[in-house]
């Protein structure tokens, strides 16, 4: 399973746009890239999926680039409930149960 | 609301006891997940069913078991507890779609072991 590596912690002002980036260099072939949020004291939350280019949906998109070894993660305008921790994973159609969490990024918004 | 229901949200308990945690899945969801996530730690992936049969097994230890249920919900028994074992335990679940990793997690049952 490929292995994801992003940045311990950000720290981004109210109304900027925030760039996560996560690094997963031996992706496999028919691996799909999902992001997660989670809140303090409760269960993560899917925000956007994708397999290659760019996805968006109305809070987030996904930019993957053509040889799929990074994906960023984009949040536009973050407001303060933004801050929360943020999980890359990376896993093929029936590895579910295989995907790891690991630490994830922790955004913190200020005003 | 991710449509999944946990139960209890909060077990406070003695070392040695057992406890039961609760989830029902999504409406329609044939797969359920239990992870466990202690104090700064990551999301540890416990054991996953699939239409009441046991489809994958991660760090569970031998004195947690789980089942689902006919009607899909499922029970984690957590047994002869230790003060280690005081974590957030969340339960997910995913439909077909879901094996792409699309996971749609409860609230948690928040464990304390004293």
């Known amino acids: 399973l490929a292995k994801t590596t992003q940045p311990i912690s950000m720290d981004s002002y109210e109304g900027q746009e925030v760039n996560i980036t996560c690094s997963h260099n031996?992706?496999?072939?028919?691996?799909?890239i999902t992001w997660y949020q989670q809140f303090p004291s409760q269960g993560p939350r899917f925000i956007i999926q994708g397999y290659k280019t760019k996805v968006t949906n109305e809070v987030a998109s996904l930019f993957i680039p053509a040889d799929r070894k990074s994906s960023t993660l984009s949040l536009p305008r973050v407001s303060l409930s933004d801050t929360a921790v943020y999980y890359c994973?990376?896993?093929?159609?029936?590895?579910?149960?295989?995907?790891?969490f690991g630490t994830g990024t922790r955004l913190q918004v200020t005003l | 609301d991710s449509g999944v229901t946990q139960t209890p949200k909060h077990l406070i308990t003695a070392t040695g006891q057992r406890v039961t945690l609760r989830c029902s899945p999504r409406s329609g969801d044939l797969s359920v997940y239990w992870y466990q996530q202690s104090l700064d730690q990551g999301l540890q992936f416990l054991i996953q069913?699939?239409?009441?049969?046991?489809?994958a097994k991660g760090n569970i230890l031998e004195r947690f078991s789980a089942q689902q249920f006919p009607d899909l919900h499922s029970e984690l028994n957590l047994s002869s507890l230790e003060l280690g074992d005081s974590a957030l335990y969340f339960c997910a679940s995913s439909g077909l779609g879901g094996n792409t990793g699309e996971l749609f997690f409860g609230e948690g049952s928040r464990l304390t072991v004293l």
């Open positions: 031996n992706i496999a072939t028919n691996d799909y």
């Open positions: 069913y699939y239409n009441g049969e046991e489809r």
């Open positions: 994973l990376v896993g093929a159609p029936g590895t579910a149960s295989k995907l790891t």
